[in-house]
């Protein structure tokens, strides 16, 4: 069956770094493009940052020169390096796989979560 397993959450001080990973299987990894999601207590759940098939990479304007999102595809990793890191950025950060064909729905994957914690 489909997976996501995020792993790498943690509490670090401002300033610190994480690197999240998420493991994906079930699926055929190379055909989807992978973000991180995050979600704040009492927030909506955003985005934060997306890598292609192809990969080209995007990212929410708060985190850019700061995130940076990564794949393997030989592996079926998808990462999330993080540096600096601010007290805004404690947030629960989900793994997404997302598939776009031109003859059926779109497909969603999700994974359960990790949880970072920022100290001021």
């Known amino acids: 069956q489909v997976q996501l397993v995020e792993s790498g959450g943690g509490l670090v001080q401002a300033g610190g770094s994480l690197r999240l990973s998420c493991a994906a299987s079930?699926?055929?990894?190379?055909?989807?493009?992978m973000s991180w999601y995050r979600q704040a207590p009492g927030k909506e759940r955003e985005l934060v940052a997306t890598?292609?098939?192809?990969?080209?990479?995007n990212y929410k304007d708060a985190v850019k020169g700061r995130f940076a999102i990564s794949r393997d595809n030989e592996k079926n990793m998808v990462y999330l390096q993080m540096n600096s890191l601010k007290p805004e950025d404690t947030a629960v950060y989900f793994c997404?796989?997302?598939?776009?064909?031109?003859?059926?729905?779109?497909?969603?994957?999700w994974g359960q979560g990790t949880q970072v914690t920022v100290s001021a």
């Open positions: 890598i292609t098939t192809g990969d080209l990479t």
């Open positions: 079930g699926f055929t990894f190379s055909l989807f493009s």
């Open positions: 997404n796989a997302h598939r776009i064909s031109t003859y059926r729905p779109p497909i969603d994957y």
